[in-house]
C-alpha cells in the first residue's frame, strides 16, 4: 500500500486549501481512509475520514462546516477541501488508511488503528 499527499502549502488566514491523497498498491474496498493532522509539538489528531466503499463521512468537530472529505474511486484519490482556514489548523497533514473496518464497519479516530501512512504535506496558516 502507497499513499502519497499533495497539495500543502502557505496560505493566510480564511483562504483555502485542497490536500490530495494518492492511493495504490490494492484495492481499498471496504477499507477507512482519513486525514489526520499533527501540529508541531503535539499529537497526531483525527480531521476528517470515510468509507472508501460507502463514501460516508465523519469529522472532527474544529472542522466541521469548514472542511470537506470527498474520494473518488475511480482514481483512487482521497481530497481534504480545507475552507475558511485558521492559524491553528497549521500541521502537517497525513492520510490513513485502515484495513480494520472491513470488520468492523467503524471509523476508527485513533491514529494506531492505521498501519498504512503517506509521507505528510505540511499547511501553514498565518495571520
Known amino acids: 500500500v502507497q499513499l502519497v499527499e499533495s497539495g500543502g502549502g502557505l496560505v493566510q488566514t480564511g483562504g483555502s486549501l485542497r490536500l490530495s491523497c494518492a492511493a495504490s498498491?490494492?484495492?481499498?474496498?471496504?477499507?477507512?481512509m482519513a486525514w489526520f493532522r499533527q501540529p508541531p509539538g503535539k499529537e497526531r489528531e483525527f480531521v476528517a475520514g470515510?468509507?472508501?466503499?460507502?463514501?460516508?463521512?465523519w469529522y472532527a468537530d474544529s472542522v466541521k462546516n469548514r472542511f470537506t472529505i470527498s474520494r473518488d474511486r475511480a482514481d483512487n484519490t482521497m481530497s481534504l477541501q480545507m475552507n475558511s482556514l485558521k492559524s491553528e489548523d497549521t500541521a502537517v497533514y497525513y492520510c490513513?488508511?485502515?484495513?480494520?473496518?472491513?470488520?468492523?464497519?467503524?471509523?476508527?479516530?485513533?491514529?494506531?488503528?492505521?498501519?498504512?501512512w503517506g509521507q505528510g504535506t505540511q499547511v501553514t496558516v498565518s495571520s
Open positions: 490513513g488508511a485502515d484495513p480494520s473496518m472491513v470488520y468492523t464497519d467503524y471509523l476508527s479516530r485513533r491514529p494506531s488503528t492505521y498501519p498504512y
Open positions: 470515510l468509507g472508501w466503499t460507502s463514501g460516508r463521512t
Open positions: 498498491g490494492r484495492s481499498f474496498n471496504g477499507y477507512g
